[in-house]
């Protein structure tokens, strides 16, 4: 995928009011985040808590992070920063070249202490193009992408009822909205959450 390409289809991630949501809830979990109403950001005023970018480095518990706008991010996670890969995770599951979205703290030395961290995570609105085991081909404005059903983590909200991990009323066709974490430098995402109607 190309720069751009990423681009366009990291835009479609949780950002601004829902990232905010998340950790004024206190929730790492995607879906608390999108969940939270009236809690958006002016896209138009740059907020110094929150961060995005790809990550170039990682030096202790610092990431070193390029972002979207090629603004360079100093990023430090501590014992107490919720992390979220495709799951609630750990400091050792983040690598050079994931995406990531923060929010915290900036502090006077210009690095942002982070209270959240979402590596990866993509939100995207689709059509299920095609189904074989284990994976979904959606149609995310006229881009495929492939979604690949996780084991033991993938779920689907059918009318907004509890999640459950049988996606047998999953149809081709059928408008979705998936929240996963894409595998960098592909047009493939893990599937976290699905929902669809019943």
Do not use: C
């Given at each position: 995928?190309?720069?751009l ?8 991630a ?25 809690l958006e ?17 990682i ?7 390029t ?16 992390l979220?890969?495709l ?16 929010r ?8 942002l ?21 284990n ?6 404005h006229?881009?495929?992408?492939v ?45 976290a ?6």
């Amino acid at each position: 995928m190309t720069s751009l390409g990423r681009r366009r289809f990291l835009s479609s991630a949780v950002l601004g009011g829902a990232v905010v949501g998340a950790t004024a809830f206190g929730s790492v979990a995607p879906e608390r985040a999108m969940a939270s109403p009236g809690l958006e950001l002016d896209p138009s005023l740059p907020d110094p808590n929150f961060a995005e970018g790809r990550i170039s480095a990682i030096t202790g518990s610092m990431l070193m992070v390029t972002g979207s706008d090629r603004a360079l991010h100093r990023i430090h996670v501590t014992d107490g920063t919720s992390l979220w890969k495709l799951r609630p995770t750990t400091f050792d599951a983040i690598k050079v070249g994931d995406g990531l979205y923060a929010r915290g703290l900036k502090l006077d030395d210009g690095t942002l202490a982070a209270d959240s961290v979402w590596v990866n995570i993509v939100n995207l609105t689709a059509h299920i193009a095609a189904m074989d085991k284990n994976v979904l081909h959606l149609d995310h404005h006229g881009d495929r992408v492939v979604g690949h059903v996780v084991a033991g983590t993938t779920a689907a909200v059918y009318n907004d009822t509890p999640a459950v991990s049988d996606l047998s009323l999953l149809q081709v066709g059928k408008h979705v909205q998936v929240i996963g974490a894409w595998r960098p430098d592909t047009n493939e995402v893990d599937i976290a959450t699905v929902f669809a109607a019943a």
